[in-house]
């Protein structure tokens, strides 16, 4: 009976460590997109700032991916011998928008505001890293709830703590 | 450690490892996909959501909604805190409006039918192909000089698409356009025809009166404009001044009845008598303000001859008559427990004299005549029938019948035998977006869009002591391959051609109701004030969901010729008593009104108020008489009447009376989606083929029933454990003035 418990105990942990494996270093935090785009390029290279392209973070709770008609706006002219362009212009003269995959996913329960932090001068760097440096974008915030509240006690926001604000 | 065991430990420590890790995989969402606009919208912002004014269409009432769109996609539907009917509120019915936009069940394309009448089996076609062939019909129809063989049967529409259904049959040389529905309250119209001079009902002032005697009037539920009248109710109990006073007159207690001061369970049959000997105790006590031209008339209804015949004590009846006369102002409404008789007109017309007497007309906190039509309100034709069509399919009068928005296959009684008479109709068309009983009798079915898809306007039947006029947007682009029904008008008169199409020119339904509203602009001086041209009026118009102008009191009395259509005896039941011992009550369920809601899931959810039965039907017993019968709650029972049988389980209800049952209305649909089908029972079907000779409207209260133990079967589903409080003390009640005492302590 005593070497029963101990068997549930030691497959007990492993079970949990081998989970925090999964979670930690076999998530997919840099998935493969559509098309390679380069935010290194785009922000970094090119110094293009995030609201030229994410047009509705200041004004709505997304920030919003770039409309297909946006990336024609500049790509009808520029690089367009490029094969990934091309693929973005193969879209575009389908009328398909393009399928690109959610790096940043908040369960359905958190009301996230992109408007707010925005507006409250949150770089957007403090929670999606230093955008202006990667090829591929790259999950850099667990976006657990740890994570927020440590960041809404440091800037002392106000009721930042309260459980309706971010559950409503 | 033994070397075995050191393995055993490794190998489970390996297999939960693993485990662990698989879960960990799989437990994760899938990877989700972010899907931009190709070209965006100007006026979307994703994430912020954008409300447009509107009206609420699935009951008459007509209540201001504003819709929450984000994305072009509807998600919410909430009051229009500035419309004058509902005041920002909202019933059931109209929060469930996004149901039906999304519902699965809807009829996505235009249909033409398969299998044989009646079976619902169709195959889908285009617009092209659906109009072609009705519009072929049609023309035919002409050409053989049979244009009166046309039948147009709606709902009772208003508004402009009122008058272009309308247009569109006399143009096309057919005088047949009949509307059709259960609960239109024609008996009160009709009362107040002959009463007040206008086809309609009139504004019940519940809000500034101090004494309300509802004969049978549902109104916090589903009666005439229930959001308007809960409201008022609302004000009159708890607003400014003095706590009125609601008297409820009813065999079965409904959701009013349950908040009311007292309840009043007369005899069914026999509660005009009721009023007639309150209104004559009045007159005999020398309390009556008015009563010069009824004297005569009610010294025939002695309440002492009454209090047997209505089963109610002389006391009582005195008691009431007395203080309804003294309390200034007070009001007595014509409900379904006068109105819905063979003889309801005769009851709403006992109400109005009970007004008349008690000096109720015209006054603040009364009854207030409606006066006030724009030019575009529903019109009753009191001689179109569901009998007089009926009567005309089986002469071979209808040879091509276009059904929209009634669903008489469910709301007349088998006893009509109306399947039959379709039957001898060639050619059915429905413009329904719901396949519901009447619709799967169609040939070809051209699906109109729902409310929140399609244009239109309402006018408010009862007003509100004022003049409204109500816009209804589109505020989504349509879900389906559907048409707006005006629409459906316009390019059909254009396919028939011919005259038809040369009086009805408009490019579109839009722009059709948007002349319409031109012309009651340029009619109505006062919508003119403060705008700057009709433009101007139109944008604010579909801003603010509509024109409403300041509120008229009107005063009228009631005429002498009212008393014409005054029966004076108690309602007939069919049924003898000794084989059938009960009075059969069919009522309007909170959520499934006539059976319109019970196709949207939300409805079907949603705890019926008093008894908090879900998805199916119940019958509602008095505790005494199901003891006498052996019956326990949740019994399955036949209900019969001599004119068919249908079962439910028994719902122990001490608020009826013992010689009453009751059955809601609404489930028992053979169509109507998969939410509706096959669940519960209709008593309709087992109502004997009445309706009030004069108004034409049903009269449900017309049968007694027997009651047997049936095949066990359905499980009656309630949320209840049990309707008693067993002193746990659930509510906490204080006294008014203790209240008072209290919040002066502590302030």
Redesign the interface.
């Known amino acids: 009976m005593k ?1 029963l418990i101990l ?1 549930a105990v ?14 930690q270093f ?3 935090r840099a ?1 493969v997109q559509p098309i390679n785009f380069s935010h290194k390029i785009h922000a970094g290279d090119n110094q293009i700032p995030c609201q030229y392209c994410h047009i ?1 973070a200041e ?4 920030s ?6 946006r990336c024609m706006g500049c790509h009808q002219i520029i690089k367009t011998d490029s094969p990934e362009i091309q693929k973005v212009a193969s879209y ?1 003269d389908k ?8 790096v940043y ?1 908040l369960p359905d329960h958190v009301y996230f ?1 992109h408007k707010r932090h925005v507006r409250a001068g949150v770089d957007c760097k403090n929670c999606h890293g230093d955008v202006a440096s990667m090829a591929r974008i790259e999950k850099v915030s667990s976006l657990q709830m740890g994570w927020c509240l440590s960041c809404h006690t440091k800037r002392e926001v106000k009721n930042g703590r309260d459980c309706w604000t971010c559950h409503k | 450690m033994k070397r075995r ?1 050191f393995l ?2 490794i190998g ?14 799989v437990s ?2 899938p ?10 919208p100007e006026d979307i ?4 959501a954008t409300w447009y004014a509107s009206v609420c269409t699935l009951c008459g009432a007509g209540c201001g909604t504003l819709v929450r769109v984000m994305e072009g996609r509807a998600k919410k539907v909430e009051g229009n805190p500035g419309h004058p009917v509902n005041r920002g509120g909202l019933c059931a019915l109209g929060q469930s409006s996004v149901q039906a936009l999304y519902n699965p069940d809807r009829i996505t394309k235009p249909l033409k039918r398969k299998g044989p009448r009646g079976s619902g089996e169709y195959a889908e076609i285009t617009w092209d192909e659906a109009l072609k062939t009705l519009a072929g019909n049609l023309t035919e129809l002409k050409s053989k000089n049979e244009s009166e063989k046309l039948h147009l049967l709606a709902s009772p529409l208003g508004g402009t698409i009122d008058r272009l259904a309308g247009e569109f049959v006399s143009a096309f040389g057919s005088s047949n356009y009949s509307h059709y529905g259960l609960f239109q309250r024609k008996n009160l119209a009709f009362a107040n025809l002959s009463a007040m001079g206008t086809a309609s009902v009139p504004h019940y002032d519940i809000e500034n009166t101090k004494y309300l005697l509802s004969f049978g009037a549902d109104f916090a539920s589903t009666w005439v404009s229930p959001v308007n009248y809960s409201n008022g109710y609302g004000k009159m109990r708890q607003g400014a001044g003095e706590r009125g006073k609601l008297v409820q007159v009813e065999p079965r207690l409904s959701l009013t009845g349950a908040s009311a001061d007292e309840w009043v369970p007369a005899k069914p049959g026999t509660e005009a008598l009721l009023a007639l000997a309150i209104a004559n105790t009045i007159v005999e006590k020398g309390l009556a303000r008015d009563a010069s031209a009824w004297r005569g008339v009610l010294s025939r209804y002695k309440a002492k001859d009454a209090a047997s015949v209505c089963d109610v004590s002389v006391e009582r009846i005195e008691a009431m008559a007395v203080e309804f006369a003294r309390t200034r102002p007070s009001l007595a409404i014509a409900g379904d427990s006068v109105s819905s008789y063979e003889n309801g007109v005769s009851g709403a017309i006992a109400v109005n004299i009970l007004n008349q007497v008690a000096g109720n007309i015209g006054i603040i906190g009364g009854v207030m005549p409606n006066g006030d039509d724009l030019g575009n309100g529903k019109k009753i034709d009191f001689g179109r029938k569901i009998s007089t069509l009926i009567s005309a399919a089986n002469a071979g009068k209808i040879k091509t019948l276009i059904v929209y928005g009634a669903n008489p296959v469910f709301t007349t009684p088998k006893a009509a035998r109306l399947e039959e008479a379709l039957s001898k109709v060639p050619f059915i068309a429905s413009f329904s977006s719901f396949m519901d009983e009447t619709t799967a009798h169609a040939d070809i079915i051209l699906p109109a869009h729902t409310s929140l898809e399609d244009w239109g306007d309402d006018f408010p039947d009862p007003g509100v002591a004022a003049p409204v006029a109500s816009l209804i947007q589109p505020v989504v682009g349509p879900v389906f391959d559907t048409k707006s029904l005006g629409d459906i008008f316009i390019e059909l008169a254009k396919a028939v051609g011919g005259n038809v199409a040369g009086k009805i020119n408009a490019p579109n339904f839009a722009e059709y109701l948007k002349a319409s509203w031109k012309g009651l602009y340029s009619r109505n001086r006062e919508m003119a004030a403060g705008t700057l041209g009709f433009e101007d009026f139109w944008n604010k118009a579909l801003q603010r969901g509509g024109w409403w102008g300041p509120s008229r009191k009107r005063t009228a009395t009631v005429s002498a010729r009212a008393g014409e259509h005054l029966a004076g005896t108690p309602a007939r039941f069919e049924g003898e008593e000794a084989q059938y011992p009960f009075y059969l009550i069919p009522y309007a369920q909170t959520a499934y009104m006539d059976g319109r809601g019970a196709n949207l899931p939300w409805l079907q959810e949603l705890p019926d108020p008093m008894t908090s039965v879900v998805w199916g039907t119940w019958v509602e017993i008095n505790p005494k008489t199901a003891a006498s019968l052996g019956l326990k709650e949740g019994d399955m029972v036949n209900i019969e009447s001599p004119f068919g049988k249908i079962s439910a389980p028994v719902y122990l209800y001490p608020g009826i009376r013992p010689d009453t049952v009751a059955v809601p209305i609404g489930q028992g649909h053979s169509h109507y989606g998969r939410y509706a089908k096959g669940r519960g029972a209709n008593p309709i079907e087992i109502l004997p083929f009445k309706e009030d000779p004069l108004s034409g409207e049903a009269a449900l209260n017309s049968t007694r029933v027997r009651i047997t133990r049936g095949a066990t079967g359905e499980r009656m589903v309630k949320m209840e454990g049990s309707t008693k409080e067993l002193g746990r003390g659930i509510v906490q009640t204080v006294s008014p003035s203790e209240f008072k005492r209290m919040k002066k302590e502590v302030v």
Do not use: Q
């Open positions: 070497k068997y030691v497959g007990g942990i492993a079970f949990v460590i081998g989970y925090f494996v999964n979670d076999f998530s997919d998935p509705y004004r709505s709770r997304v919003g991916v770039p409309n297909v008609k575009w009328k398909e928008p393009i399928p690109w995959v959610k996913n505001p | 065991d055993k430990f489970i420590g390996g297999v939960g490892a693993g485990a662990g890790f698989v879960l960990g995989k994760k969402p990877g989700a996909k972010l899907i931009p606009y190709l070209i965006p912002v994703p994430g912020v």
